[in-house]
C-alpha cells in the first residue's frame, strides 16, 4: 500500500491550494481515509475525514474553508483548501485505514490509522 501527497506549496492569505493523495495497493472507495497536519512544534492533528460512505468531518479549525472528496475512479483523495490563513502552514499528510467497509463517523488521532504518505509542506504568508 502506497500513499503519496502533491499539491503542496506557497501561497498568500487568502487563497486556495488543493491537495492529492494518490493511492496503490489501496482503494480509496469504502475506506476510511483523513488528512493530518503538523505545525512546527505542534502534534499532528486530523482536520478532515472521509468515511466509507463519503460522510465527511472537519476540526473546527478548517470547517467551512477546507474540502475533502475522493475520486474513485482515479483512485485519489483531495483536500481543497479555501480562504487560507497563515495559521494554516504545517505539514500535510494523507492517512489511510485498512478496515474496508467499516463504519467511522469521528476524527481519529494518528495511532489510527494504518498507512501515511510522505507530506507535503504548505505555507501560507500573510
Known amino acids: 500500500v502506497q500513499v503519496v501527497e502533491s499539491g503542496g506549496g506557497s501561497v498568500q492569505a487568502g487563497g486556495s491550494l488543493r491537495l492529492s493523495c494518490a493511492a496503490s495497493?489501496?482503494?480509496?472507495?469504502?475506506?476510511?481515509m483523513g488528512w493530518f497536519r503538523q505545525a512546527a512544534g505542534k502534534e499532528r492533528e486530523e482536520i478532515a475525514a472521509?468515511?466509507?460512505?463519503?460522510?465527511?468531518k472537519y476540526a473546527d479549525s478548517v470547517k467551512g474553508r477546507f474540502t475533502v472528496s475522493r475520486d474513485s475512479g482515479k483512485n485519489t483523495l483531495y483536500l481543497q483548501m479555501d480562504t487560507l490563513k497563515p495559521e494554516d502552514t504545517a505539514m500535510y499528510y494523507c492517512?489511510?485505514?485498512?478496515?474496508?467497509?467499516?463504519?467511522?463517523?469521528?476524527?481519529?488521532?494518528?495511532?489510527?490509522?494504518?498507512?501515511w504518505g510522505q507530506g507535503t509542506q504548505v505555507t501560507v504568508s500573510s
Open positions: 472521509i468515511g466509507v460512505f463519503g460522510n465527511t
Open positions: 492517512a489511510a485505514r485498512r478496515d474496508y467497509l467499516t463504519p467511522i463517523f469521528s476524527l481519529l488521532a494518528p495511532r489510527s490509522y494504518h498507512y
Open positions: 495497493g489501496y482503494t480509496v472507495s469504502g475506506n476510511n
